[in-house]
């Protein structure tokens, strides 16, 4: 019986998702194209950027019949602010979270596969959105340099890919060494219950609740002196901490 629900929530929630991309896609394309020829570069990335910040809305909104989403604010975010998030990556569905910010928009940096995507993967090049794996290292903190600097929040997964389970993976350094140069605050960011909901390498959906927390700020000022192995691991911990009293129900 459980199998069966699963079936069926999962056929419901992705006719849902497929019906609403033939109707939201294009409505938000054509808004977008249409003011582009009057509009500069960076206000086309930022109209792409909040037509992403819409879209992941929407299909988090549509997952509702079988997924509840639990957000909590203890970062004290601002709506627009530079911040160097770093978040922990158990399900597909951790980039859609990021819609729930509250912030006006932000950079997802991602792997060199999310930009293949139909589609989606052009809206992220439209957007903005770093590729860390095919661009130098000096273009890519330069890069994401000038997003802090106009105000625009970045965003990494710094395990690099999902993990299987509850068990985080390994963080590389990018997230760390920009925070080093930029002395933008961290602020990490723990999901919890999405490896429930769509665990890695299933393609039914199962019912849960998902717990999205933003943790108060990691500053400069609280780690000058420290290189950026020492505060990788001190975000990672902090995160570690943070997950387990999720998981557990806290």
Not at 77 to 85: E, M
Not at 179 to 194: A, D, E, K, L, W
Request: glycine content about 8%; aromatic content about 10%; overall charge positive.
């Amino acid at each position: 019986m459980r199998r069966l629900r699963d079936i069926l929530l999962s056929v419901w929630v992705y006719s849902l998702f497929l019906t609403s991309n033939a109707i939201v896609i294009p409505l938000l394309t054509s808004g977008v194209f249409l003011t582009a020829p009057f509009s500069s570069r960076a206000s086309v990335m930022k109209r792409f950027r909040r037509m992403i910040r819409i879209y992941g809305l929407v299909v988090i909104n549509l997952g509702r019949p079988m997924m509840r989403v639990e957000y909590a604010d203890k970062a004290g975010l601002k709506r627009v602010a530079p911040y160097i998030f770093v978040c922990n990556h158990r399900s597909m569905l951790d980039a859609y979270f990021m819609s729930m910010f509250p912030i006006a928009q932000g950079i997802q940096v991602a792997n060199t596969w999310p930009f293949r995507i139909p589609v989606l993967g052009i809206y992220a090049r439209m957007a903005g959105y770093l590729d860390i794996n095919s661009m130098p290292p000096e273009e890519f903190f330069a890069a994401a340099g000038r997003f802090l600097a106009d105000g625009i929040p970045v965003i990494f997964f710094p395990e690099g890919t999902r993990s299987r389970g509850r068990e985080m993976g390994s963080f590389h350094g990018g997230a760390f060494e920009l925070f080093r140069r930029t002395r933008v605050p961290i602020i990490p960011v723990c999901i919890s219950g999405n490896e429930t909901v769509m665990p890695k390498g299933a393609i039914l959906l199962r019912p849960g609740v998902v717990r999205i927390r933003t943790l108060p700020a990691i500053r400069y000022e609280d780690c000058e002196g420290s290189n950026v192995y020492v505060v990788k691991n001190k975000v990672r911990r902090i995160m570690q901490e943070e997950l387990a009293r999720m998981d557990a129900g806290a």
